[in-house]
C-alpha cells in the first residue's frame, strides 16, 4: 500500500473524518463558482472536491482504490491545457515527488485554469506532532512530506501559478476522541481570529497565469507622404459700373 493509501484508511478515524468534514466544505465553496468544461480531481474519492462544481466533464484520477482512471499523478493522460479545474487534496503531502506532480497539473490545466490545493502546516499542532517520539501512525498527517506554505508558493511561482485565495482549517487539538474534538470546537472560531497561521491544513485557490507575448513591430522606413497643392482660388472679377 502507498502513503496515500495509508492515509485513505486514516480518514475514516474521528479525526480524520473531522479533517474531511472541514475540507468538503472548503472545496464546496471554492469549486462552485469555478466554470469551464472538465475537471479532474487527483487522487483521495474519500474527500468530495468537485462535488459542487457544474462542469459537464467531471473524473477522480490517480492510484488509489474507487477512482475512475487509474493513472500515476505524475503522468497524467491529459493533453496540454486541456483541463479547467485540477483538485490535489493532499496528494503533494503524501507523493514520492510533490515537485512533479505539482508540475503536472500546471502542464495540463488551460490557461487562466484554475487548481485547488490542501496540504498539512508542518508548523500547526498537527504538524509538530511529528517530532514526537513514538509518532508512526500510518498515513497521518505527521507522516507526510510537510511542505511549508512559502516553499509550496515558491514552486508555484516557478511554473507560473498564483494564489489568489488562501485559507487555514482545523483548528483543534489532534485527538481521535469524539469527546474531545466536540471539547475543542471553540478552537476553531479563536484560532481563524488570533492565530491564523496554526491552522493544521493550508487551503490555495491557485490560477494559472500566461503572460502574453510583446509583439516587437518591424521598423519600417517612413516615406515621407507628397505635400498636398494648395487648392487654385479663382479670382473674383470686380464688378465694373458702367458710367454714367
Not at 496515500?4 to 479525526?15: E, I, N
Not at 498527517?141 to 511549508?148: D, E, H, K, R, Y
Not at 493544521?200 to 502574453?212: A, E, H, M, P, W
Request: overall charge positive; proline content about 7%.
Amino acid at each position: 500500500m502507498t502513503r496515500l493509501d495509508h492515509f485513505a484508511d486514516w480518514l475514516a478515524t474521528p479525526l480524520g473524518q473531522y479533517l474531511a468534514d472541514e475540507e468538503n466544505a472548503w472545496f464546496g465553496r471554492e469549486a462552485a463558482d469555478i466554470f469551464g468544461y472538465r475537471a479532474v480531481q487527483l487522487e483521495l474519492p474519500q474527500i468530495q472536491c468537485l462535488q459542487t462544481n457544474r462542469m459537464p466533464w467531471r473524473a477522480t484520477a490517480g492510484l488509489a482504490s474507487g477512482v475512475q482512471l487509474r493513472c500515476a499523478p505524475d503522468q497524467l493522460p491529459f493533453a496540454e491545457q486541456s483541463l479547467d479545474l485540477v483538485a490535489l487534496p493532499h496528494v503533494l503531502d503524501f507523493v514520492k515527488d510533490p515537485h512533479a506532480v505539482l508540475r503536472e497539473a500546471a502542464r495540463v490545466l488551460m490557461p487562466e485554469g484554475r487548481l485547488l490545493i490542501t496540504g498539512f502546516n508542518p508548523w500547526s499542532l498537527w504538524g509538530l506532532r511529528r517530532f514526537k517520539p513514538g509518532a508512526e501512525e500510518a498515513g497521518s498527517p505527521w507522516q507526510g512530506n510537510a511542505l511549508s506554505l512559502p516553499r509550496l508558493k515558491d514552486w508555484l511561482a516557478l511554473l507560473g501559478l498564483e494564489t489568489i485565495r488562501g485559507e487555514y482549517l482545523c483548528y483543534s487539538l489532534p485527538l481521535q476522541r469524539d469527546s474531545w474534538l466536540n471539547r475543542t470546537r471553540f478552537l476553531e472560531l479563536a484560532g481563524d481570529r488570533w492565530w491564523p497561521a496554526a491552522g493544521s491544513v493550508y487551503c490555495l485557490n491557485v490560477v494559472k497565469r500566461v503572460r502574453g507575448m510583446r509583439v516587437i513591430e518591424p521598423q519600417w522606413r517612413r516615406v515621407p507622404s507628397a505635400k498636398a497643392k494648395p487648392a487654385a482660388v479663382a479670382e473674383k472679377t470686380p464688378i465694373i459700373k458702367d458710367s454714367e
